[in-house]
């Protein structure tokens, strides 16, 4: 099934492509891709905003295709569950992912580790032409670290500390990540649903 991904986030795209390539969803990006006010009160409603802004678009231009989008967020305990829905926007929409890094950490300075538990969450929203949407919801907990560790992943990733493996997420190799992240929590879980629809 021809898939568009509804992100302008390069990391997020080669994640989902990896975590859908053996599935029956064939993933492409979508060049136009036009990002869309992301104002809903929950993840599942941001990503519905954006699965639907995008399969609008391509309606409209006289593709019919099925749209995948994800909203996610960290939500670090300590924190009072913030930044959240707002991860992707924390510190304002001008500063890069060092800074949002950064000023998460600052605001974590002094609190020990025991109390520096987070949780990734992923909510993925496929809608297909004619059929109502699904919505599946994926998460990992963690720790957050007291600085950065890794070069690899995207976002959060240098700072979130996955205990099995006992290092951050941009220390994994993709495959490791991928294969527990909250992402490939929601991946499974939407796979079920498509398959019960079948």
């Known amino acids: 099934m021809k898939t568009y ?3 302008g986030n390069p990391g997020k795209l080669r994640e989902l492509k990896a975590l859908f390539a053996k599935s029956p969803l064939r993933l492409y990006a979508y060049r136009k891709y036009a990002g869309v006010v992301e104002d809903a009160r929950s993840y599942a409603g941001n990503a519905l905003l954006k699965a639907n802004a995008l399969a609008t678009a391509l309606h409209e231009r006289g593709i019919e295709a099925a749209v995948i989008a994800d909203d996610s967020g960290l939500e670090v305990d300590a924190l009072g ?3 959240g829905i707002l991860s992707a926007r924390y510190g304002g929409d001008e500063i890069g992912w060092p800074a949002r890094r950064a000023m998460l950490l600052g605001e974590l300075r002094g609190v020990p580790p025991f109390r520096r538990t987070a949780r990734f969450v992923s909510v993925l929203a496929l809608v297909e032409p004619g059929r109502e949407p699904l919505v599946a919801t994926g998460e990992v ?6 600085g950065e560790s890794g070069s690899g992943g995207f976002g959060y990733d240098p700072i979130f500390l996955y205990p099995p493996a006992g290092r951050s997420f941009a220390a994994m190799s993709e495959k490791e990540k991928n294969a527990v992240s909250h992402r490939c929590h929601a991946a499974e879980a939407l796979l079920a649903m498509l398959h019960e629809r079948a």
């Open 141 to 146: 907990r963690g720790h957050i670290l007291e």
């Open 81 to 83: 569950g913030r930044p």
């Open 5 to 7: 991904v509804a992100t």
